[in-house]
């Protein structure tokens, strides 16, 4: 499968901002690429299920936002360079969570609609 990287997580105090980066390799097992894939942002706390963050169509033209970040934070994507970005701005406390990158041939907000997922991120922002 597409194997999927995350990084740009860390420890920032509320208000600021962070950008986290999700780099794609390789190909699924019916020959899909980075190019071929929507992509996904999620994030998960211990004891909640992974929640929708962000979601961008394959061309980068299409995007969806959950209601609670809506605003600050921006996806993109450069299909040139198999780099996904979550640009996270005005960070509450509320925002620290472990931040996922998934991609899938559907523009969903739904984890089901994902077949390969990153490591994983964590963002923590004190107040």
């Known amino acids: 499968q597409v194997q999927l990287v995350e990084s740009g997580g860390g420890l920032v105090q509320a208000g600021g901002s962070l950008k986290l980066s999700c780099a794609a390799s390789g190909r699924t097992s019916s020959g899909r690429s980075f190019r071929m894939y929507a992509m996904g942002w999620f994030r998960q706390v211990p004891g909640k299920e992974r929640e929708f963050v962000a979601t961008?169509?394959?061309?980068?033209?299409?995007?969806s936002y959950a209601d609670s970040v809506k605003g600050r934070f921006t996806i993109s994507r450069d299909n040139a360079k198999n780099i996904v970005y979550l640009q996270m701005n005005r960070l509450k406390p509320e925002d620290t969570a472990v931040y996922y990158c998934?991609?899938?041939?559907?523009?969903?907000?739904?984890?089901?609609?994902?077949?390969?997922w990153g490591q994983g991120t964590q963002v923590t922002v004190s107040s």
């Open positions: 961008i169509t394959t061309g980068g033209g299409g995007t």
């Open positions: 998934a991609g899938g041939a559907l523009f969903s907000r739904s984890v089901e609609a994902y077949e390969s």
